[in-house]
């Protein structure tokens, strides 16, 4: 079975720096997809970024951007010139190709943005 | 606007009771999920279904059940039987169709307590 890893439960980061969030997973698979999720205060989930396994290059999405190593079974999120906004709850979650289409989560790692 | 309505945003109820979250989508998604969300733990997944009349166990279906009779609808019972129901319940959905990548959009989630 699949599994993925948020090693940090807390994060902070200054206003307008740089932080990256770690994720790693477990797979034998593939062909697979993986997913970056934004959960605010409101508890609404966000897509924030998302990445095939197949396609060597980083995805990018304005300021956040992917380090995703596939030998390494990891899959990290850069997130840059940070803002008050970015402050939320961050899940990394994993897609297989085939059963179903459920994605798999993380712990999360809560990030929050000092002004 | 299309998207997942679930109702209610919060919910009471005594222990012993059978409750049903309800969950409505206008996406005219194929498969439907309905996650469980504890402080520390992410996302677990409780049921999905990919079509209608068909469901399969996530991994923690014990205690719950669901019914899919309509494409728009995946109603999730949470029955007397679960040992600590009391947490943050999401439903999503999202296309099996088109691009593979494409994410689960998620509802605005439902708030349980049970004493």
């Known amino acids: 079975a699949q599994t993925v890893t948020q090693s940090q439960p807390e994060m902070s980061v200054q206003e307008a720096e740089t932080v990256t969030l770690s994720c790693t997973y477990d797979?034998?698979?593939?062909?697979?997809?993986l997913f970056w999720y934004k959960q605010p205060p409101s508890r609404q989930m966000i897509l924030v970024i998302r990445q095939e396994a197949y396609k060597q290059q980083n995805a990018t999405e304005n300021r956040f951007s992917v380090n995703f190593q596939k030998a390494a079974k990891s899959f990290s999120l850069k997130i840059s010139d940070s803002q008050l906004g970015d402050a939320a709850m961050y899940f990394c979650a994993y897609r297989s190709n085939n059963q179903g289409g459920k994605l798999i989560f993380g712990q999360g790692t809560e990030l929050s943005v000092k002004p | 606007d299309g998207g997942i309505t679930q109702s209610p945003k919060y919910l009471f109820r005594k222990e012993g009771q059978n409750v049903t979250l309800s969950c409505e989508q206008n996406?005219?998604?194929?498969?439907m999920y309905w996650y469980r969300q504890d402080p520390g733990q992410g996302l677990r997944l409780i049921y999905y279904s990919q079509i209608v009349n068909d469901f399969q166990k996530g991994d923690i279906a014990e205690g719950y059940s669901v019914s899919r009779e309509k494409k728009e609808s995946f109603p999730l019972t949470v029955t007397s039987a679960q040992k600590n129901p009391t947490a943050f319940y999401l439903c999503?959905?999202?296309?099996?169709?088109?691009?593979?990548?494409?994410?689960?959009?998620f509802g605005n989630g439902t708030r349980l307590t049970v004493t």
């Open positions: 996406l005219n998604h194929d498969a």
């Open positions: 999503a959905s999202s296309s099996t169709s088109g691009r593979k990548d494409s994410p689960l959009h």
């Open positions: 797979t034998s698979e593939s062909d697979y997809y």
